[in-house]
C-alpha cells in the first residue's frame, strides 16, 4: 500500500524558516515527478512547487527565490525548503506523487495527508 507522509509544519513567525518533508513508502518513485501544492481555509489546493525524476525544478512566482523542492531518492523522500516565510504561505502543505510535472492537482497518482505551515505577522 502507497503511503506518502509529510512532516516539518508547525507555527513559526514571519521572516523565518521551515523545511517541509514528505517520505513515500509501499513503492519506489524514482521516476515520477514529485510536488509541493498547499490549501489556504476557503481556497482552492494550488501547486508551488515540482520536481521531475531528473531534478528538474519549477516554483509558482509567489515562492520563487524563497522555496526549495529538492529529493532524495535513495530515501524515497521529496522536500520543501521554506524561507522568508510571509503569512500569506500559510495553509496546509501537501506532497503529491505523479507521472509529470503539471499544476493540475487531479493528475497526480499519490497524495499525502498534509501538514499544516502557520506563519504569524
Known amino acids: 500500500q502507497v503511503q506518502l507522509v509529510e512532516s516539518g509544519g508547525g507555527l513559526v513567525q514571519a521572516g523565518g524558516s521551515l523545511r517541509l518533508s514528505c517520505a513515500a513508502s509501499g513503492r519506489t518513485f524514482s521516476s515520477y515527478a514529485m510536488a509541493w501544492f498547499r490549501q489556504a481555509p476557503g481556497k482552492q489546493r494550488d501547486l508551488v512547487a515540482t520536481?521531475?525524476?531528473?531534478?528538474?525544478?519549477d516554483y509558482v512566482d509567489s515562492v520563487k527565490g524563497r522555496f526549495t523542492i529538492s529529493r532524495d531518492n535513495a530515501k524515497n523522500t521529496v522536500y520543501l525548503q521554506m524561507n522568508s516565510l510571509k503569512p500569506e504561505d500559510t495553509a496546509v502543505y501537501y506532497c503529491?506523487?505523479?507521472?509529470?510535472?503539471?499544476?493540475?492537482?487531479?493528475?497526480?497518482?499519490?497524495w499525502g495527508r498534509g501538514t499544516q505551515v502557520t506563519v504569524s505577522s
Open positions: 520536481i521531475t525524476s531528473g531534478g528538474t525544478t
Open positions: 503529491a506523487v505523479g507521472r509529470v510535472p503539471v499544476s493540475r492537482a487531479d493528475l497526480y497518482n499519490y
